[in-house]
């Protein structure tokens, strides 16, 4: 791309601008402000963009396509202009003709297509595919709505539907041409051809229109354009004939209209499958069909293409490419699977029994009936080789087809050569416990990749002062190589540097306090300590155990009025599933001892509580950096690896945690001295689930910190409550406590008290985010993805024709 100064910027930003709104910008809304500029931006990497593909196409080079339901790129201006080397320029340039660059940049919506860490881990990898110049394309859905829109009315959660593509879309590009047909229902024959050949044919089937709609995934200043290909459902045109009715017409508009608002709690909707299996053919048929221009041998498909599927959600890509081959293409069953097998390689998320994706026979019978009957077929083989080997007890545990129902873990783990866990632990879990089955029988398909997270978005866009503090004191090697951060441990006991650590996060405080003041009219203190738990809600992750500790220390303060501690801010962040009522109720009792404690003047401030509603990236880009506390505190084995934990990290949060998920590593790294860790570690828990000994209702009648603070659940003094004191209460008490939070409890409690005290001596404090800091390198996601290439994908070291 070409450079651009401040003034040449300037002209060709008001000339975009008369062009496309025929009036002048200084009148506009943000929202055009915005569009003229992305616009614009998007002027510059265009013919990056197009010789990238192109010559990824002509040196004929391995790519990837990562398949996942889910994406959340978040605002794209600042992390393209930062991309693209130009945006201070930018910046100033707004500035001149009187614009802020945020103000304007606050005019693009919010993408949220993706409900929580795994879709976020996915646009993470988007860009760093891209700044690491790898060969690597997203396929997707572009959903017409994204996740709900969270609003709280009487600290209830209500949904709205988020219309994110009301002002059109800048990034996205329509690309009709490469539009595939995917088709559904129907029945399956079998017919000779004119040479007698048997072939399976296909018959009333309904046929969709998939049409990709492609963005930009701009590389860190290396000139690489990757593309994100996102499909949306449509009546073929010229056929509206074979929809003639509204609701037909609704049907194929439906598949991509929205996404399933829910993570880690499965259910075997329809429309859900249909939007699955919608993708994942769209996805392999363009990839075949971009395979098919290399005019190559069948067999060379696993050197050009690797398909990584995110989670199980994209698995039907596995039934799809054997389709393809045979009934298409004509291979054998035998070749075909051979290709599908190293063509494909599967990430696992979870190893909550409840995310486990389940498809009842039936329902993918009428919906895709040779799909199916290839499913069948694989089992079939699977349980006919392996019996003899593994036995039958072993081999049917590992059986694809059970009870009725197909289990999709299974068939990715029988049908791809990778499967890989998100962080040691979780993949020591899968190992020995979860999908241990599997891995006596495919020791080799198992490894572990620790998530990552990009150091752009998370540092150098959403934290520029502590960005302008690392150039200049390691230099600025580390936005290229993340491991650089680590100089900065040089700095550890360099008095003005920490007393810059600590102007800089003052100045991210007082940012978000502004945010906080005028958004939800509450004030915080600047000076306090930023206590912060952003993530999904979900039981395992236990918000619940962060506000047994905001009641306790309520009583505290009650009890010991004028009490000498640091004042304390906590602050939440969590969308709850819409029919997930336990997490509904807990985002409810959260707002209501916020109401509580912000209206007691008696507390002197020492604590706030802060429920930001409608928590997504852009809320995090302006709450990490204001965070001095990172709360990981799920169940010890719950977690599968977390990311916000690393992106807190890296902005100089001390973390307080259980031992669970990639937090295990980030104690690795940074040393028990600047970790918080409390609760029972992995092999504890294991331990009370074994013995089944665990008696929640005598910590309750014994531990009196315990009892009174429950108590509050449930006598009435937490003003506003109606049912949720109660069955919450029921849940610690009542129904023994399911995630032993109050097996925690003391624990955390006292790792709190050491906070406290160690946030007073300012300088120690500070250091230890500085070690923080420095060990954050690590958790590049850049690093990931090498990993990913190189050990999964082997996008480096295909086999050429010429290696036969
Ligand atoms: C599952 C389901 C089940 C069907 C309905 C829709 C839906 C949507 C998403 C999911 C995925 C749940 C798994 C998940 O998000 N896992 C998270 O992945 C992060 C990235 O690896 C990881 O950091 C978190 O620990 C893990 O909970």
């Known amino acids: 791309m070409q450079k651009m100064d401040v003034s040449q910027f300037k002209d060709r930003y008001k000339k975009k601008f008369q062009e496309r709104f025929a009036f002048n910008y200084e009148n506009a809304t943000k929202q055009e402000q915005f569009v003229a500029l992305g616009h614009l931006v998007k002027d510059l990497y265009s013919s990056d963009w197009k010789e990238t593909v192109d010559t990824y196409q002509e040196n004929k080079q391995k790519q990837v396509y990562y398949f996942s339901m889910e994406f959340l790129p978040g605002r794209m201006l600042k992390s393209n202009l930062l991309n693209l080397g130009i945006l201070d320029v930018v910046q100033e340039g707004l500035a001149e003709l009187g614009l802020d660059l945020d103000e304007v940049a606050s005019g693009e919506m919010d993408p949220a297509l993706g409900n929580g860490g795994l879709g976020r881990l996915a646009s993470c990898f988007m860009d760093s595919l891209a700044s690491t110049g790898l060969p690597g394309n997203g396929n997707g859905i572009r959903y017409r709505y994204g996740l709900f829109k969270q609003k709280f009315i009487d600290g209830h959660q209500i949904e709205l539907p988020e219309n994110w593509l009301r002002n059109g879309n800048v990034w996205e590009v329509r690309r009709e041409n490469k539009a595939v047909t995917v088709r559904f229902g129907g029945q399956v024959s079998l017919e000779p051809d004119n040479e007698g050949n048997m072939h399976v044919t296909y018959h009333n089937t309904q046929n969709i229109l998939a049409v990709p709609y492609d963005t930009a995934m701009v590389g860190y200043q290396n000139g690489t354009v990757n593309n994100l290909r996102l499909w949306s459902a449509e009546i073929p045109y010229g056929e509206e004939y074979l929809f003639p009715t509204e609701e037909e017409r609704n049907g194929v508009k439906q598949i991509t209209e929205y996404l399933y608002p829910d993570d880690s709690n499965y259910e075997g909707l329809l429309l859900r499958l249909k939007q699955e299996y919608f993708f994942s053919s769209a996805g392999v048929q363009s990839v075949v069909r971009y395979f098919k221009q290399l005019n190559l041998d069948w067999s060379y498909l696993p050197d050009k293409i690797a398909i990584h599927i995110n989670d199980t959600h994209p698995t039907l890509a596995i039934p799809e490419l054997m389709r393809i081959l045979m009934d298409e293409e004509g291979l054998s069953w035998e070749q075909a699977w051979e290709i599908t097998k190293k063509t494909i390689s599967y990430t696992n998320h979870t190893i909550l029994q409840e995310a486990m994706e389940r498809w009842s026979i039936d329902m993918m019978n009428l919906l895709l009936p040779r799909i199916t009957q290839i499913i069948m077929e694989i089992n079939r083989r699977h349980i006919e080789k392996k019996t003899p080997l593994y036995g039958e007890d072993l081999t049917n545990r590992t059986a694809i087809v059970a009870n009725g129902e197909i289990k999709m873990a299974n068939l990715a783990i029988i049908g791809s050569h990778s499967i890989n866990g998100v962080a040691k632990l979780h993949t020591n879990i899968l190992i020995n416990h979860t999908l241990h089955d599997f891995y006596l029988m495919y020791p080799n398909k198992f490894n572990n990749k620790t998530n990552g997270v990009t150091m752009r978005r998370w540092l150098q866009i959403s934290n520029p002062g502590l960005t302008d503090l ?18 900065l441990k040089a700095y550890a006991e360099d008095k003005e540097v920490l007393a810059r650590i600590d102007a800089v996060k003052l100045e991210n405080k007082k940012r978000f306090a502004k945010y906080v003041s005028e958004e939800m009219d509450i004030e915080i203190d600047p000076n306090a300590i930023f206590d912060v738990q952003i993530k999904r809600l979900h039981a395992y992750k236990r918000q619940l155990l962060n506000v047994l500790h905001i009641l306790d220390r309520y009583q505290y303060i009650k009890d010991n009025p004028g009490v000498d501690i640091p004042k304390r801010v906590f602050i939440f962040g969590a969308k709850a599933a819409p029919s997930y009522h336990y997490a509904k109720q807990i985002i409810k009792l959260i707002n209501a001892i916020a109401e509580m404690i912000n209206n007691d003047s008696s507390l002197n401030d020492l604590i706030k509580v802060v429920f930001v509603e409608n928590y997504g990236v852009s809320l995090a880009e302006l709450i990490i950096p204001a965070a001095d506390v990172s709360e990981q505190i799920s169940l010890a084995g719950k977690e599968a690896s977390g990311t916000s934990n690393m992106k807190l990290m890296a902005n100089g949060a001390l973390t307080i945690a259980t031992m669970d998920g990639a937090t295990v590593e ?139």
Do not use: C
């Open 666 to 804: 980030i104690y690795d790294y940074v040393g028990e001295e600047n970790i918080y860790i409390f609760g029972m570690s992995n092999e504890e828990v294991q331990k009370l689930n074994a013995a089944n000994s665990y008696n929640s209702r005598e910590i309750y009648e014994k531990n009196p910190a315990v009892k009174r603070v429950l108590n509050m659940l449930i006598d009435g003094s937490i003003p506003g409550l109606e049912d949720e004191g109660q069955d919450i209460f029921d849940s610690l008490v009542k129904y023994n406590d399911e995630y032993y939070l109050l097996k925690d409890f003391d624990s955390y409690i006292n790792a709190h008290k050491q906070i406290d005290k160690d946030f007073r001596n300012r300088e120690t404090w500070n250091r230890r985010a500085l070690l923080n800091i420095a060990s954050s390198g690590p958790f590049s996601a850049d690093y990931t993805i090498e990993r990913y290439a190189d050990e999964i994908w082997k996008l480096g070291a295909q086999r050429e024709p010429e290696d036969l």
């Open 470 to 487: 690392l150039d200049e004191t390691i230099g600025t090697e580390w936005k290229t190589n993340a491991n650089d951060i680590i100089l």
